[in-house]
């Protein structure tokens, strides 16, 4: 039997085939959160507090922020002149049950508390600043298109999050290595280009859906190793009430939107790189050539020159209307312009200067 050689859009159809019956097959399965291992093991005290307190280390620009003594604890200390800015803190104090005789705490008030940001702190390197480290930029899959779009790619905190993408800030934030999340994140990214280009808006839920799908089939295309099972219970789980096949085959559509945009943006880049090539070889040829001046190097056609012996200068003359148009200061005459036969041309050419001109009339 003859092998057939597959296209490159047949090979991607079998790819995405492959995977959503993958993910649309079997029973439900659950999403292993410690498969991926983010910077932040859980270590960073913000994570504890109230989403109020979160939002207000998030408008000071921090992910981590600790008390003075916190950070002398982590071997940290606030930089000279830095500022600290404060969060609530409940109040409890202890009261006994007259019905039970037992002992419960009983809020009784708030406090503020100074908090210093990271940023803000110099000392000892801490734990996730030195996993950070481990994250590649230059290496990821499709880093190319993320440049091309403007998306800045950096390790950062995200709370529970492997990654975010910030559709204002256009950046991505990375708190683990994984390049699958980091596909999903650049997913998020080129859906929120399509949405802005063709002014339409998805649904919070399923926009997570065609992301990770996404990632999963660029994974599979680019030779990322990927997660399947991770990626099914990652779709379950935002699938809601909704059939899951169903959600899934809705995706297809965005997933492949998805992959074209890709695909036009390298075509694209290649053109512009090819054509700044062609641009640039142009540009070394040209200062390859010995230097000239910028005029024409051939004599002048409608252009002639006689010798004035009353001033003793040349006097260049139109050929076509017969009128002068010129007079050459320096009492030599013009460079590529025809001598007109008159009895002085000779004498002219003959004369050292202006002192053995014959006499004016």
């Known amino acids: 039997m003859e092998n ?5 859009s047949e090979v991607v159809r079998g790819i995405l085939d492959g995977l959503v019956r993958e993910v649309i097959s079997g029973g439900a ?28 280390a998030f408008f000071n620009g921090t992910r981590d922020a600790r008390t003075f003594n916190a950070w002398t604890e982590a071997g940290r200390f606030p930089k000279k002149g830095s500022h600290s800015f404060q969060i609530v803190a409940p109040l409890f104090k202890t009261e006994k049950d007259d019905a039970t005789n037992e002992e419960k705490r009983v809020l009784s008030g708030f406090t503020l508390i ?15 600043q030195t996993r950070m480290k481990e994250l590649k930029t230059d290496e990821l899959p499709l880093i190319d298109v993320a440049q091309k779009l403007g998306i800045k790619v950096k390790a950062d905190l995200c709370g529970t999050a492997e990654g975010s993408f910030s559709p204002f800030e256009r950046v991505i934030r990375m708190n683990c290595t994984d390049k699958q999340v980091f596909l999903h994140e650049l997913s998020h990214g080129i859906i929120a280009e399509i949405k802005r280009k063709e002014k339409i808006t998805l649904e919070y839920g399923f926009e997570e859906i065609c992301a990770e799908l996404s ?17 099914k219970a990652y779709i379950q789980g935002w699938a809601g009430k909704g059939h899951v096949a169903w959600k899934v085959i809705e995706a297809v559509e965005w997933t492949e939107k998805v992959y074209k945009f890709i695909e036009e943006l390298k075509e694209k880049t290649q053109k512009e790189e090819k054509e700044m090539k062609i641009f640039s070889t142009k540009t070394a040829a040209k200062s390859a050539k010995p230097n000239v001046l910028p005029f024409k ?12 012996p009353k001033i003793g200068k040349w006097v260049k003359r139109d050929s076509k209307t017969g009128l002068f148009t010129s007079v050459k200061g320096d009492g030599k005459p013009f460079s590529r312009v ?24």
């Open 4 to 8: 057939k050689r597959l296209s490159r």
């Open 215 to 231: 990632s999963a089939f660029l994974g599979s295309l680019y030779g990322v190793e990927i997660d399947l099972q991770n990626t």
């Open 114 to 128: 100074n908090e210093f940001r990271i940023e803000d702190t110099e000392g000892k390197e801490l734990p996730y």
């Open 338 to 361: 025809k001598i007109e036969d008159n009895p002085f041309a000779e004498v002219a050419k003959r004369l050292p200067g202006e002192a053995d001109l014959p006499p004016a009339a």
């Open 29 to 56: 399965v659950a999403y292993i959160r410690d498969k991926v291992q983010r910077f932040d093991d859980g270590s960073v005290p913000m994570q504890k507090w109230s989403r109020c307190n979160q939002m207000i």
């Open 297 to 308: 190097t051939e004599d002048f056609k409608d252009r002639t020159q006689i010798y004035n």
